[in-house]
């Protein structure tokens, strides 16, 4: 009889978060005005969110795109077909990569210090402190992180995309010498600007909506105690990427699957 | 006001990365030849289209001058349908250019290649083309050279 009990308290305790994820993400909504009365709290924000998270998102753009050339140089040679590195690379970052390697990182560095943060201001009631002073931290904390990080996926995504491309030049024309010319002239005949490109930006602003929401939530909803916030951490990680590649899929099949 | 080193680090990070959007839009994607300096849509009935796609590159003198925008099946003639938009800089094609769907390379993409003819009148929106070639199906082509040495060696 445990077994089942377990099974019906379980899924209730899931209902229960999913509603108290559901009522939090309204809240944040209703602060949406007051951050931008407050356009000195989003950048504070956007800093600590868009800009710390730069560097990695470059980087890691740099390397896969080359490692995309390195790997569509050696598949492609036995077809004959390097010259159309260009449309496998720019094809791959824009419409999948781009978009989802951007949002894991995204939820490993920033969406991971969101909920330690938001988890240690509530263990050590600085939450409730503002509450008591009539401030309310859904507005004055949450709503601008949130802001904050639906802002920058979607344009780190961008640039993410944009390095990659650069980085398959690199490994493509510059060491294993494709021709500069097909790499682009192919890639500008096969990638459509609003089939590929826009549905690729739509795709990154849904999982960054995503993430900025489970992180934040994660710490607002922890246990306020040292085990709490460390569970709440990884618990923003592992649900952001399993929601990210959920919604991913899901997102393919209604965007490319029909053609 | 003197400008916070933080604000402008945050200006710099989004005009960097909106900057790698344009880079997307302008050097990536084909976006640059999308722009709408007016164009007129043509249509052509083919046999076969073979592999035709929609925005298949149209091209005259090996020059792209359009895209193929739709193509569908004719019940009445049982045959296809190609719609193909044109740039309107090019407005002075003969009424009888010639279309045929071609081959870039051997495995390439199909694409629609354009003739010109001799006559004065030049093609307007929604006039059809009336010489159109279709595809070149490589079973066809097959069975009928297998066919012709078969006749040869009576």
């Known amino acids: 009889m445990n077994f089942f009990q377990s099974i019906g308290h379980s899924s209730l305790k899931f209902l229960a978060k999913l509603g108290r994820s559901s009522l939090f993400f309204s809240a944040i909504l209703t602060g949406f005005g007051y951050t931008l009365s407050r356009p000195g709290l989003l950048i504070k924000q956007l800093y600590n969110i868009g800009v710390l998270t730069f560097w990695l998102i470059a980087i890691s753009g740099l390397f896969v795109g080359m490692v995309l050339g390195l790997q569509g140089v050696y598949t492609l040679s036995t077809f004959g077909a390097e010259s159309s590195l260009g449309i496998m690379v720019a094809a791959s970052l824009v419409r999948e990569l781009g978009p989802v390697v951007s949002a894991l990182l995204f939820a490993g560095r920033a969406g991971s210090a969101l909920t330690a943060e938001i988890g240690l201001m509530k263990a050590t009631e600085q939450l409730s402190a503002m509450e008591m002073m009539a401030i309310d931290p859904l507005k004055y904390i949450i709503a601008p992180r949130f802001f904050a990080g639906f802002i920058s996926l979607p344009l780190l995504a961008a640039l993410f995309s944009a390095i990659g491309i650069l980085g398959g030049y690199l490994a493509g024309v510059e060491l294993l010498n494709v021709d500069s010319g097909s790499y682009w002239s192919q890639m500008q005949g096969a990638i459509d600007f609003h089939d590929d490109i826009i549905n690729g930006v739509i795709k990154s602003i849904i999982f960054a909506w995503l993430v900025s929401w489970i992180a934040l939530f994660e710490g607002y909803d922890a246990v306020p105690t040292a085990s709490g916030i460390s569970r709440a951490t990884t618990r923003t990680v592992v649900t952001s990427a399993f929601a990210i590649l959920l919604f991913d899929f899901l997102l393919t099949a209604l965007m490319f699957g029909a053609s | ?154």
């Open chain 2, 1 to 154: 006001m003197p400008c916070k080193p933080l604000e402008i680090l945050v200006g710099l990070f989004v005009s960097l990365c909106i900057a790698a959007l344009f880079f997307l839009a302008l050097q990536v994607s084909n976006y640059s030849d999308l722009q709408d300096n007016g164009s007129y849509t043509v249509n052509a009935h083919f046999e076969n289209v073979g592999g035709l796609k929609s925005k298949a590159l149209v091209s005259m003198a090996g020059v792209p001058i359009g895209r193929v925008t739709e193509i569908s099946f004719d019940s009445d003639n049982y045959d296809a349908l190609v719609k193909i938009r044109i740039d309107a800089r090019y407005n002075n094609l003969p009424s009888d250019t010639s279309a045929s769907i071609l081959t870039s390379g051997l495995l390439g993409d199909k694409y629609i290649g354009l003739t010109p003819g001799g006559l004065d009148e030049f093609l307007q929106e929604g006039d059809n083309i009336e010489l159109t070639q279709s595809a070149l199906v490589l079973e066809r082509l097959i069975s009928q050279f297998l066919f012709n040495s078969a006749d040869d060696d009576k």
